[in-house]
């Protein structure tokens, strides 16, 4: 016989969202899906690859209003171009 424990799961505790907290969380924007959800202009990609080496990802994806996430997978996507260029 297993000398295993059972852990028993609690239930999950409904919790009601303020209806001013949520009309405020109705207005925000959605976030955007794959490749294209945040349209990069070029001008926007030519600074990407001049300052991403040598600034803070933090700041500059305050700048370009999106996450460092974001900024970082766009970087990416300008090198592996300039690659094969």
Known sequence: MSD?????KPEPVAVAIPPD???A????????????????????DAAILKY???KRKDDLA???GCCAE??????????MREGQA
């Open 52 to 54: 991403y080496q040598i």
């Open 21 to 23: 907290l949520e009309a």
């Open 62 to 64: 305050k700048v370009f």
């Open 25 to 44: 969380l109705a207005a925000c924007g959605n976030t955007g899906y794959g490749r294209n959800s945040r349209p990069f202009t070029p001008e926007e």
């Open 4 to 8: 295993r424990i059972k852990l028993i």
């Open 70 to 79: 974001t900024l970082r997978k766009r970087y990416n996507v300008l090198i």
